[in-house]
Structures are given as structure tokens and as C-alpha cells.
């Protein structure tokens, strides 16, 4: 990122080819809306429209591309599980590994089973398991972690109307069940040291954030720039950090469906049942798609399309 970034990035990009070509891949996976459904195990998610498809595409250098329903805000779910890692890793570095894993489960992201033989310890930091103890990381380190978790996510979109959904919030604490169940097994083994219920509103919080497509390639755009935000041009992680998150992104980020989709798109991305995809192209882009509608390992049918259809187009636009 060079250092003369200024505050009125990103802008609307300036190559009319490029904004054509992400205009085309709206049109063309809009062919797979009516696949999949709607996550209907949080109900305030089941109202989400399926007919809906954003595509948002932020270069290191600030110029953004858009189609669709880029704009429209959506439940960031499990999306937030990648904001939640990059500020525990900042602030607790490496020890974090001694709490959580680094492979993938192969599992859906809610299952318990192998959190009871492994110890409390979960797999990788993108199942549920996982981001709860790294949200216990967060409420340890800071005073007010949920209003931290808006404050820097409206910081790295630059978007000051990012807010935390509060009918979303209340339906996910009052489906908590199973993440419940994962957060008290965790501290009968000692993998969590705060009260279960603070634990569990910063984390449901996180996934209660409402952001658009627009606003997600931007805040996540960091991981395509060694680290260094779109929000006037600062470090957030170091180069090697951004490196090792978007490593786990690929084999961790799409559920139980990672190497399926690793092998049909080849980038790191992190899935949210809220139907939004962020990919990465290190070095180059942040990528954010959204369409509600969930294959059955609960990522987004026409988003993961459309990020197919991407990856292929990107090895046309370097020849
Ligand atoms: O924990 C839950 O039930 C959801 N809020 C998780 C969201 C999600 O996208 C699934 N993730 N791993």
C-alpha cells in the first residue's frame, strides 16, 4: 500500500473493463438464485430475501467495483469470526494456539463432537467453538468488547452506520443451546476464563453486525495488503499475520465444504450463514459476496458461483 493514501479512498474504480466485468458475473450467477435455502435455525435470519445478490470487489490501492445489491446491508455472522481472530492475534500474538487449533474439523461448525475427546481444545478459530475462546481472548483484553467490535468495525469499512442488529442479537441468545453447551464443556476444561454468558454476547454480537458487501471488501481488505487498512492507510496486523489468517481462511473458512471449495476457487474466504463470502487475492483484492440462500454446508449458492466465476475471469484479466 503505498503511503500517500488518503482518507477519500476507496472510490469508485476507474477501470470501465473491470466494472463491466464484475457487472457480467452479477448477471451470470443471479442464474443460481432459487438454489439453496435460507438459514432458519436463528429465526430472525429466516426472513432474510433470497432473491438478493451483492458482489464487491476493493484493489489494494483503494478502487472499488461493485454490482447488485452491494450496498444492502446484512447479518455478517460468522464473517466477524475473521475481525475476532485478527484482534486477538493482536493482541495475544502466538499464545493464542495454545487454546485453539490450526486444522481443520471436517465438521459442521456447531458440532460438539470432537470438542469432548480433544479436550476443550476446538479445532481451528472459524468454528463456533473456536471463536468463542478467541472472543474469550477479546473480553479479557478489553473493557467494552462489544462496542470495541462496532467502533473498529465501522473504523476498517469507514462506514459510521455499521451497527449491531439488536432483534438478530436477541433471536441468536435465545437459540444460544449449542454454543452454550460448547462454552461450558470449554470451561470445565479450563479453556475459558470468563463468565460463559459475557463470553457469548460478544460473540453473538459480532455475528449481529450488520454490514453491506460494499463495507466488507473494504474492512477486510487488510488481508490482501500485508495488513495495512483502507482506513487512511494504517497497519492494523503485521504482514506475516495477515498471511496466516488468510492461510487458515483456506483451510478452515467454508465450513466442512473448505477443500471443495478451495479445489473449485482457490482462495482463502470465510463464509457467514448470513449468505456473505469474503475472499482474498493476496497482494491484490478483498472480495465480499452476498446471497442468502445456503447449500447444505451453509454457504451461500449463488455467492460461492459468483467468486467461481471471479476466480476464473482473474487468471484471464493478468494474461
Ligand atoms: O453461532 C451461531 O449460531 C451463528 N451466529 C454462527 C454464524 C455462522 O455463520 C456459522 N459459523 N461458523
Redesign the pocket.
Known sequence: MNATLSASRPRPGASSSLQAWVESIERRARSRLGGGRVAD??PALATQPADRLGIALCTRDGDLYTAGDAEEPFSI??LS?VLLLSLALRSHGDALWQRVGLNPSGMP??SLMQLESERGKPRNP???AG?IVVTDHLVSAYATPVKHLQDIARHLSGNPAVRIDREVLAS?WQHRA??AAAAYLMKAFGNLNNEVDAVLET??AG?ALRMSCRDLAIAFNYLAADGVTQAGGQPFIPPAMAQRINALMFTSGM?DAAGDFAYRVGLPAK????GGIVAIVPGELSICVWSPALDTS?NSVAGQYALELIAEGLSHLRR
Open positions: 435455525y436463528i455472522q460468522s469470526k461448525f456447531n472459524f468454528i463456533n471463536a441468536e449449542r454454543n460473540y453473538f455475528c465450513y463464509s457467514g450463514v448470513g451453509g
